[in-house]
């Protein structure tokens, strides 16, 4: 089934450790995003991708990074977690710019 | 700067009652303009786009390009409606509004 999804749910994780998110959809979509949310708050665009081998950051600076080496995979990576990273991040995707969008469950992370 | 605004951070409504959420926007363009909804432990999904010009669930949204608004409104507030909604105009990269948080109270 097509659809877009975010591994893992939760994470609790210690000051310092390098984490991945993962995002994978299986649209064919082009594009994809990050945002970064906490509980019931707005939506902050951390990075995006035109496609393959094409990422930008987003509207919010973010210490993460993201990679884009397959279309269908968008992983996002913190080298060296902190508290102050703690919020949830959803990744979405697109066919082209200005169509609706698709969004994963999200990814809540916790850093003690 | 492309700007989207929602003024209302909370929405307090009674069932039965009608409800409106603003959305303005500041561009020269046309984006394309959409409502998205979060429902409590559920995903962020589509509402409603305007170029469907459709109504969902008994929202509607009007565009004002004049004003550059573009409201969701439903007559009728239903329980079911309580969640979190942002405006999404897209001018290429999708961007969203800080959200408004609806409570619909019996």
């Known amino acids: 089934e097509a659809d877009i999804y975010q591994t893992p749910r939760y994470l609790v994780i210690g000051t310092g450790k390098k984490i991945t998110l993962e995002c994978s959809q299986t649209m064919g979509h082009d594009k994809m995003y990050w945002y970064q949310q906490d509980p019931g708050m707005e939506l902050h665009l951390i990075h995006y991708?035109?496609?393959?081998?094409?990422?930008e950051k987003g509207d919010l600076s973010s210490e993460s990074t993201v990679s884009r080496i397959r279309t269908e995979h968008f992983p996002l990576t913190l080298e060296s977690a902190r508290p102050s990273h703690t919020s949830q991040y959803l990744c979405?995707?697109?066919?082209?710019?200005?169509?609706?969008?698709?969004f994963g469950q999200g990814t809540r992370l916790t850093v003690v | 700067a492309q700007r989207v605004t929602q003024p209302e951070k909370l929405l307090s409504v009674f069932k039965g009652a009608p409800v409106e959420l603003k959305c303005n926007y500041s561009y020269s363009g046309s984006p394309e303009l959409f409502w998205y909804v979060q429902y409590s432990r559920q995903r962020l999904q589509l509402l409603l786009r305007?170029?469907s010009r459709e109504s969902i669930k008994g929202f509607t949204a009007d565009l004002n390009k004049g004003e550059t608004s573009f409201h969701l409104k439903k007559p009728f507030a239903q329980e079911e409606d309580s969640a979190m909604y942002y405006c999404a105009p897209s001018w290429g990269k999708l961007q969203f509004g800080a959200g408004t948080q609806v409570v619909v109270t019996p």
């Open positions: 305007h170029i």
């Open positions: 979405a995707s697109t066919e082209e710019w200005g169509h609706r969008a698709f």
């Open positions: 991708s035109y496609g393959v081998n094409s990422t």
